[in-house]
């Protein structure tokens, strides 16, 4: 049995605690009988271990095994 790995792109918006950030995500959608346009956003805390992400910086996060109470990414890759 195989988990799917979820992979998302957002902006970290802040640094709580040593190798944690906090990062954006947000994602457009539409209301599918009117068709209006909204956001969703959402905060995740992300694990990066070698500290390298600074606020501002717009990163791909994947999800991993829970690492703390409410850490269940790890920083992929910083894209700018």
């Known amino acids: 049995m195989t988990k799917k790995t979820r992979s ?3 902006i ?4 709580p ?3 944690t950030v906090k ?5 457009t959608a539409s209301y599918p ?3 209006k346009v909204f956001t969703r956003r959402k905060n995740f805390l992300v694990h990066d271990e070698k500290e390298v992400a600074s606020v501002g910086d ?3 996060i994947v999800s991993v095994r829970p690492i703390s ?4 990414f790890k920083l992929e890759k ?3």
């Open 17 to 19: 605690s040593p190798k």
């Open 12 to 15: 970290v918006v802040g640094k």
């Open 69 to 72: 109470k409410r850490k269940n």
């Open 23 to 27: 990062v954006l995500v947000e994602e």
């Open 33 to 35: 009988k009117y068709k």
């Open 8 to 10: 998302l792109t957002g």
């Open 58 to 60: 717009r990163v791909v």
């Open 78 to 80: 910083i894209i700018k």
